[in-house]
Structure formats: C-alpha cells, structure tokens
C-alpha cells in the first residue's frame, strides 16, 4: 500500500505505553529511554516529548528521553553556524559514526544539499536555536537528558 512512517514519534508513544503496562513483578513501571541523534529530522519534535501541554497522543509522559549529541553540534553552537537536520534513510551511515569521521560525512552530506535532488529531506535551522529549546524542555521537563556522544565513544570500549 506504499505506507509512509510518520516519524520516531509515533513509534515512541507505542514504546511509552508498553513500557506503562509491563511492570517489574508489581514493585515498579517498566523502565525504558529513547535517545535521538541530534541531526534527525525528528528532533524538534522529539525535544518536546515531555512537554505538559499539546497533543497528548505525541506525548511520552513515562519514557526518559536523552538527545545524543556530537561535538560538531556543540562547534556550531558556539560559532552561531547553521545545523543540518536529516532522514536516517537519506543519510544511513550517520548513526554509526563519530569524531572525525562524523564530522567529515556529517559536512559531505550538507554539501549535498545545495545540489537539488541528492539529498530530498533536510532541514537547516541555526544551532543555537535548536540548543534553547533543548535547554528550555530541559528545564521545564526534566528532558530530553543531554548525552555527548563523541566524549562517550572516546572513553568507552564499546562504541554506540
């Protein structure tokens, strides 16, 4: 029927409520925590999962929500530079990569954006202003938790 997802969103409402229902033998909710890349095309809304008002069936009041952040995100924040926002299905090889090697395909696949058609969903946006409503949901929610994903990959022995 050539069905189209209609983001992480929907998907994590699914995860919330499973997790809602199963329990740990009666002494506590199931746990559970979705983490989203920073440059997903979804984030902007992901941000906003804990958020009190809204539409509630995009809202996952029971899951822990962190962003997974690189450093090149955090370069552009302080250089008030533009950030990319993608499809994983545009750029698949993203989510394994970190430091240098995220940093130069993260730079190749925004370069592709000017040539029409390499790249169909992207999102520019200003770093900074993704970064606010980070901290903004951050304060008034309690989430998404900030994870830093190039410092984490560097000092662990399992890459993620």
């Given at each position: ?28 909710k ?40 690189p ?17 994983p ?5 993203l ?8 940093q ?22 200003q ?11 951050l ?18 022995p399992q890459?993620?």
């Amino acid at each position: 029927t050539n069905g189209k997802s209609q983001g992480v969103v929907p998907f994590l409402k699914v995860v919330n409520d499973t997790a809602v229902a199963v329990n740990q033998g009666g002494k506590r909710k199931g746990a559970v925590c979705a983490y989203l890349e920073t440059w997903h095309m979804d984030i902007e809304e992901f941000i906003e999962l804990r958020k009190n008002t809204g539409d509630d069936r995009r809202r996952t009041h029971d899951m822990n929500t962190a962003n997974w952040i690189p450093d090149l995100f955090m370069k552009r924040v302080f250089d008030d530079g533009p950030w990319t926002l993608f499809s994983p299905s545009e750029v698949p090889d993203l989510h394994d990569l970190t430091g240098k090697a995220f940093q130069e395909r993260y730079e190749y696949y925004e370069a592709l954006t000017e040539y029409p058609g390499k790249i169909k969903l992207f999102k520019t946006i200003q770093a900074k202003d993704l970064w606010r409503k980070m901290l903004s949901m951050l304060f008034e929610t309690g989430h998404p938790w900030l994870t830093f994903k190039d410092p984490c990959n560097l000092r662990s022995p399992q890459q993620h």
